[in-house]
């Protein structure tokens, strides 16, 4: 294989015990969302029926689409997404992202360097948020002696980012994008905290007033969780908009069975089928355990 045709290392994100591997909204239209993801986010479509679609970089399938007669738009409020956050390999391919956004008139909500990265945040034709981020190499962030890391909101320099962008046609989220994060909207940090710390076995990262970061391996989050729209919310309800469910992967057997054990001591159902272990958290959101 020829120097130039080497696949990118797999992101920091993916090499930890455990990682978000990918996510399934349910939307209303779905040519019309799918099509955003397509030419504005970048994603190539992998697989098409009448009521969904497979989506994904270099053949790597990120984010599901699907829809039914049933779907009813979620409140602002649900518990649900908050944001999928698409990683992307570079500062160039964020870089690259953001001209091409800027080109197509996209409306961005927000920019911020977050320290450990850098973002930009935005939202498809039905409200489910997006982020497209970059991460900074491990060896540049702040380590607490707790093991938590350091992460802060400042301001994201966009033109500084835009004139950095390669003078090339865009065709698409780089090789190695992956879906580094997710980030839910739930009902209470105390439960989240006891949910996905307590019984998953995730780190606490960090901490902000009304959310929790949570990881595997020292990244800075793989799972978030906050109730800055959502306070109090109850479970979802069956046919919302919004998050279905997403995957976590585990790339530690230790850290599975450790999941696993917690599920099992809490008394959390759980589902044995051929793609991992299934279960709803206690917001009525999907979550597949995956090795």
């Given at each position: ?8 290392s797999?992101?920091f994100?993916?090499t ?17 969302v ?15 029926t ?6 994904g970089?270099?053949g ?14 979620a ?8 944001h ?5 390999p ?10 091409h ?7 961005l909500d ?13 939202s498809d034709p039905?409200d489910?948020?997006?982020?497209i981020?970059?991460?900074?190499q ?6 607490h ?15 500084a980012l835009?004139?950095s ?22 009902g209470d ?43 109090g ?13 997403y995957?976590?992967k ?42």
């Amino acid at each position: 294989m020829a120097e130039t045709d080497k696949l990118p290392s797999p992101a920091f994100a993916l090499t930890r015990p455990a990682h978000v591997e990918s996510a399934h909204l349910v939307v209303q239209d779905l040519a019309r969302v799918a099509d955003f993801y397509r030419d504005i986010i970048g994603l190539s479509v992998l697989e098409r029926t009448p009521s969904g679609v497979l989506m994904g970089v270099a053949g790597v399938p990120l984010l599901t689409l699907s829809t039914s007669a049933m779907a009813a738009r979620a409140p602002r409020s649900a518990a649900g997404l908050f944001h999928n956050a698409f990683l992307v390999p570079d500062r160039p391919a964020l870089a690259a992202w953001l001209a091409h956004a800027a080109h197509a008139g996209v409306r961005l909500d927000g920019a911020s360097d977050h320290l450990v990265s850098e973002a930009i945040y935005l939202s498809d034709p039905e409200d489910n948020g997006i982020e497209i981020y970059r991460d900074r190499q491990p060896s540049e962030w702040t380590y607490h002696d707790d093991g938590t890391v350091e992460m802060a909101t400042e301001r994201l320099d966009l033109q500084a980012l835009y004139d950095s962008a390669p003078k090339t046609r865009f065709s698409g989220m780089a090789d190695g994008t992956a879906l580094g994060h997710i980030h839910l909207q739930v009902g209470d940090i105390p439960q989240a905290d006891a949910f996905f710390r307590d019984v998953l076995g995730l780190k606490v990262m960090a901490r902000y007033p009304g959310a929790s970061f949570f990881a595997t391996g020292g990244y800075h989050h793989h799972v978030a969780a906050n109730i800055w729209n959502s306070r109090g919310a109850e479970a979802r309800r069956i046919g919302m908009t919004g998050l279905s469910d997403y995957r976590l992967k585990f790339n530690a057997e230790s850290e599975l069975q450790t999941a696993l054990a917690g599920l099992e001591r809490q008394e959390i159902k759980t589902t044995r089928t051929s793609d991992g272990w299934s279960l709803r958290d206690p917001w009525g959101i999907g979550l597949t355990l995956t090795s």
